[in-house]
């Protein structure tokens, strides 16, 4: 089996249910409380260990509890984790769930010191890896940095899902094979153009998310681009980490060899069925479930 490294951060999300969201100067009372594994690090690298793939997760927590909980927990779904150990704290999300939809502030902490002896560490094994999964939470030179170590190896892949958005330096553009941002974040990333016309021009290969609307990309055979419908019919309660499973499901479905079209509709049912649940990861789904739910809705 094909391997794959993830190289992201890990939060601990604190999840508040609320119907009310408090104004400046106001203190109002929520209905609930949770706190989940998150990050979209870590959300991508569950979503592949949970569709069965050969994953590795690297990813930097600190030395306090929330670091426990995280690496207790994501031992627990059998990911294999090399983590490293920072002296800052680790990082949290505080998400709020407010009619059904969330909104989220992160404190990297942790996710923001990669040193260069754990880059050096991920670079001695870069080898034993297929494909490489990345996102923004770690700071961009840092992926850059890493990308370019990764290109130094013949007949890697590398995923990079630009969440949060950022301006990407041109030299990053060219290292990338797939790049996944959703409608909004395929704006911001420094190319300009219809979203049409980004998705025309390459390296990468560009796949937009757009949640219910499905998922878009370049057909270079027919040229034209092709959009492949979501799910319908779900009953939603929560999206956080939606767009990870998506990721995840994306990359399970390119290391067994699945053309894009296969691939984004197989994605866009595991997302499906991720919001179907509370919490980024709690929803994610079996390669199984996923079949299932593609089945029943075709
Ligand atoms: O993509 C969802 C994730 O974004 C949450 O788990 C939260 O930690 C933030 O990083």
Not at 81 to 96: C, K, L
Not at 157 to 184: G, M, R, S
Request: glycine letters at 8%.
């Amino acid at each position: 089996m094909k391997k794959i490294a993830v190289l992201g951060s890990s939060n601990l999300d604190l999840v508040f249910t609320t119907t009310q969201l408090p104004q400046a100067g106001e203190t109002v009372t929520g209905q609930d409380f949770v706190m989940h594994l998150g990050g979209k690090g870590a959300n991508q690298a569950v979503a592949l260990q949970k569709l069965g793939a050969d994953v590795t997760f690297f990813t930097a927590v600190g030395q306090d509890a929330f670091a426990t909980e995280i690496l207790t927990g994501l031992s627990a779904t059998g990911l294999k984790v090399v983590p490293h150990r920072s002296t800052q704290p680790t990082g949290v999300a505080q998400i709020n769930l407010y009619e059904g939809d969330n909104r989220i502030l992160v404190i990297p902490g942790a996710n923001h010191d990669w040193p260069a002896s754990y880059l050096k560490r991920i670079a001695e094994q870069i080898a034993d890896f297929d494909y490489f999964v990345l996102q923004l939470e770690i700071p961009l030179p840092v992926v850059t940095r890493l990308c370019q170590i990764i290109r130094q190896f013949p007949n890697k892949k590398i995923i990079l899902n630009p969440a949060p958005a950022q301006v990407l330096p041109p030299e990053l553009w060219p290292l990338v094979d797939y790049l996944t941002p959703n409608e909004h974040e395929l704006h911001l990333l420094g190319r300009r153009g219809t979203t049409a016309e980004l998705l025309q021009s390459s390296p990468p290969q560009i796949v937009v998310t757009k949640g219910a609307a499905g998922a878009s990309y370049f057909d270079r055979h027919q040229q034209k681009v092709m959009t492949v419908p979501a799910l319908a019919n779900l009953k939603v309660v929560d999206t956080t980490g939606a767009g990870d499973t998506f990721n995840g499901a994306f990359v399970y479905q390119l290391v067994q060899g699945a053309e894009l079209a296969a691939a984004l509709a197989f994605a866009n049912a595991a997302a499906g069925l991720a919001t179907t649940k509370v919490g980024a990861q709690a929803g994610m789904p079996s390669a199984a479930a996923v079949k299932e739910a593609q089945s029943k809705h075709s």
